[in-house]
């Protein structure tokens, strides 16, 4: 068994980090990613020790800071932390694994993007929010259970590839970025997206959208560095006044 260290050893770095992971899990429950205790999202290890994992047993909106992540190893073994880990950390440490671009990644089951994830139709840029996320979704067919073993953490980053999103067959979705605020804002611009097609299929009248030709251009001005940071203040701005 693995010898599991206490939290106070991590530096100062670190903490800034997992406090700005806590936000996102709080942020993402405020848009809708609530699942009960369900969801998760997770932060590779600067040392390449594996990944800090937000603890089982909580809810996104419950996260509060460091001590509510578990540093876990790519063989699932906990290192640190006195949380449980969650079944489907496999998502998360092959995901990390095979993206080296990827420093986060989030799993969660927002509504609309569930019910999108059971269909067939392809998520158009119908609206800005499809557009910030550089393509369609991916998708996963391998199962509509728990990822939780690593075959199907390999399977699901393999399904993944270099997209930003990807959505779980009657599931959920995952969704990743460089960075915590990109990353969850990935999360929270699919469920949009999804939301914004659903009520556009729903009312059964035609409709356009950008044409994938224009969708590099498209994102570059919509979604560049000072837009993001702009953006991340104002999810905080909300999540500070709604607590």
Not at 17 to 40: F, I, K, N, W
Not at 68 to 96: M, Q, S
Not at 186 to 195: H, N, P, Q, S
Request: aromatic share 6%; with cysteine.
């Amino acid at each position: 068994m693995a010898n599991v260290q206490p939290l106070a050893r991590i530096d100062n770095t670190l903490k800034s980090s997992l406090d700005e992971l806590a936000q996102a899990c709080r942020v993402l429950e405020m848009e809708g990613h609530s699942d009960m205790t369900l969801g998760h999202m997770s932060l590779r290890d600067p040392a390449g020790r594996g990944i800090w994992l937000k603890r089982s047993g909580i809810s996104l909106g419950e996260v509060v800071g460091p001590e509510d992540f578990t540093l876990v190893d790519f063989d699932g073994n906990k290192l640190a932390g006195t949380g449980r880990v969650h079944k489907e950390w496999p998502i998360h440490t092959k995901i990390i694994q095979a993206r080296p671009d990827v420093n986060v990644v989030g799993h969660t089951h927002p509504l609309y993007a569930c019910a999108f994830s059971a269909t067939d139709v392809e998520l158009k840029a119908v609206t800005h929010e499809a557009s910030y996320l550089g393509g369609p979704p991916a998708r996963y067919n391998g199962t509509t259970g728990l990822i939780d073993t690593p075959e199907l953490g390999e399977d699901l980053a393999v399904a993944l590839g270099d997209a930003s999103t990807v959505l779980l067959r009657n599931h959920g979705v995952t969704f990743v970025g460089p960075t915590v605020p990109i990353a969850a804002m990935m999360g929270i611009f699919l469920e949009k997206a999804c939301r914004v097609q659903l009520l556009l299929m729903a009312a059964g009248a035609p409709y356009t959208s950008t044409p994938p030709e224009e969708l590099a251009a498209k994102r570059g001005q919509v979604f560049d560095a000072p837009l993001v940071e702009s953006h991340w203040s104002y999810f905080l701005r909300r999540l500070a006044a709604s607590s």
